[in-house]
């Protein structure tokens, strides 16, 4: 199966007054078309560094990457043509209306008047927002505001799309939405390269995961395979769970003391 | 180009959508001409002053008000707000010009200050000024106005690329605002002292302020209008060439 992203020995070095810090130390990166691939790791950990070298929007120190089978340095705007992204921070524009803001962002994507009219209120219906889509954003709730950043990342119809922690923040009925909405995404053939800080939501939605710590992949499979290597390697007597694997692989324990619960580096 | 008015619309909409920005655009220039023309104007009066040719003081503190009221863009703190907000990377994600993108919202600086520029000279009209330029050179000094606020807006642009930061932004634009005052702001540059005529020679707001000055004080000189275009026109092209050279490396 082709690959829909594409990641050689990346890195990303920041210069700052402190000296350099290697956030992204080489990561090595496979995600096949039509997969929900889960990126998983601790705070600072690198997963929004790469994501953002993976979507043009950071510059790569060494290594290459390859989204949607172009090179995103080479043409970034040929990469980014394939790629539909929503950051951890719902990137949108308060003075609009949720209906300018998706015409706007499909007129970028080289739609004309008509197609971009007609494709905003496609997605409007389809993240159910046609009733207040001639308010101004700033009205929204933030799950409202989740769902148009969902909508704006898929006017131009992108073969990859990357949700950096789209559930951040969201009351448990909205994240349910969201996640309906990723698998009908993902249904219709769209890659999603999914980051999140919920094990259970990389459970329930992700064919294949990594996981990052350090600014380096420490595991990689499926789910069922992180598992029962874990399993196999503690020899423990039934599947841990998603959260055990990232404990382990993420080098910290968790020890219940006295009804405590406590992270041990 | 379909790109670029799309962006520009969006930043018309913005400013359509914030009127209460343009109070101060509007208010703090004209305040400054009537208190400059209250304080200065009778020791220039029109018959004896050569430099007014014929007109009244309004009519040689006029430009300073509307260089002044160009000089307020709000593009840059908005720019702040999509930087902070998250929808400037949207932006970026999109395969959009970044010339696009800096020019974008800087044509509604134009735009709002081709309707501010029309309010200033209408509003000095009921007070004997008058366009000696006629017609054509009304349309001059709106253009001159526009593309100076293009530009202006656009360094200020760069500092809040640089900066990413509303409080950095706003500090960094009072950087160029000196440049507004070393000028032959009250009187003609032959008039200024030796120090201030150097300074105003080698400041690049002179040219544009006595090229605005010549369109309501005589007819036609296109040699200070041209030199008024060319330093908007260098400045323009350092102005893009930065901003987009600032929004490829952007990390």
Redesign the interface.
């Known amino acids: 199966m082709a690959s829909a992203v594409e990641a050689e020995q990346l890195v990303k070095r920041?210069k700052g007054r402190s000296g350099t810090v290697e956030a992204v130390r080489g990561v090595d990166l496979q995600v096949a078309e039509g997969e929900v691939f889960g990126f998983l790791g601790p705070n600072g950990a690198g997963k929004s560094t790469t994501v953002?070298m993976l979507?043009?929007?950071?510059?790569i120190t060494s290594g290459s990457a390859r989204v949607a089978g172009v090179d995103v340095t080479a043409e970034p705007?040929?990469a980014?043509?394939g790629?539909g992204?929503a950051?951890?921070?719902?990137?949108?524009?308060?003075?609009?209306t949720g209906r300018?803001l998706l015409v706007?962002?499909a007129?970028?994507?080289?739609s004309s008047s008509a197609e971009a009219v007609d494709r905003a209120q496609e997605l409007l219906e389809l993240v159910d927002l046609v009733d207040a889509a001639d308010r101004?954003i700033k009205g929204y709730s933030g799950g409202m505001k989740r769902r148009l950043d969902l909508a704006?990342a898929l006017v131009h119809q992108p073969r990859v799309l990357f949700l950096d922690e789209p559930t951040t923040g969201l009351d448990p009925a909205s994240r349910l939405t969201v996640w309906e909405e990723m698998r009908r995404i993902n249904a219709q053939g769209t890659t999603v390269f999914l980051t999140t800080q919920y094990l259970e939501e990389a459970d329930q939605l992700c064919s294949r995961l990594a996981i990052i710590d350090d600014g380096l992949i420490v595991r990689e499979g499926t789910p069922a395979e992180l598992k029962a290597d874990l399993r196999q390697r503690r020899a423990l007597s039934s599947d841990p769970s998603l959260d055990d694997v990232f404990l382990d692989a993420t080098g910290r324990t968790r020890e219940r003391i006295a009804g405590q619960v406590q992270e041990v580096q | 180009m379909?790109?670029y008015w799309?962006?520009s619309r969006?930043g018309i909409?913005?400013v359509l959508?914030?009127p209460e920005a343009l109070f101060p655009t509007v208010f703090i220039p004209l305040f400054f001409l009537v208190v400059n023309v209250g304080q200065a104007g009778r020791i220039f009066p029109p018959g004896a002053t050569a430099f007014l040719k014929g007109q009244n003081y309004a009519a040689f503190q006029l430009p300073s008000a509307i260089l002044l009221a160009a000089s307020f863009g709000s593009a840059a703190l908005y720019l702040v707000e999509?930087i902070e907000?998250?929808?400037?990377?949207?932006?970026?994600?999109?395969?959009?010009s970044r010339t696009s993108i800096v020019l974008g919202r800087l044509t509604a600086e134009a735009a709002k200050i081709v309707a501010i520029t029309t309010v200033l000279v209408l509003a000095a009209v009921p007070f004997g000024v008058s366009m000696a330029s006629g017609v054509l050179g009304f349309f001059l000094l709106l253009l001159l106005s526009a593309s100076w606020a293009v530009v202006f807006s656009g360094f200020v642009q760069l500092i809040a690329l640089k900066s990413r930061s509303a409080a950095a932004t706003q500090s960094g634009s009072l950087v160029f605002f000196p440049l507004l005052f070393l000028t032959p702001n009250f009187v003609s540059r032959d008039l200024l002292t030796r120090p201030m005529e150097i300074a105003a020679t080698f400041n690049p707001v002179t040219y544009i302020m006595e090229a605005m000055r010549s369109l309501i004080l005589e007819d036609l000189a296109w040699a200070t209008i041209g030199r008024g275009f060319a330093v908007i026109a260098v400045a323009g092209v350092a102005m893009v060439v930065l901003n987009v050279r600032t929004i490829r490396?952007y990390?």
């Open positions: 920041f953002r979507t043009t929007l950071m510059t705007d040929a980014r043509r790629i992204v950051l951890q921070e719902a990137g949108l524009d308060p003075r609009q300018e706007l962002q007129r970028l994507f080289g101004r704006s | 379909t790109q799309a962006l969006r909409r913005e959508r914030t999509d907000g998250g929808y400037f990377d949207k932006l970026r994600a999109t395969p959009v490396a990390d």
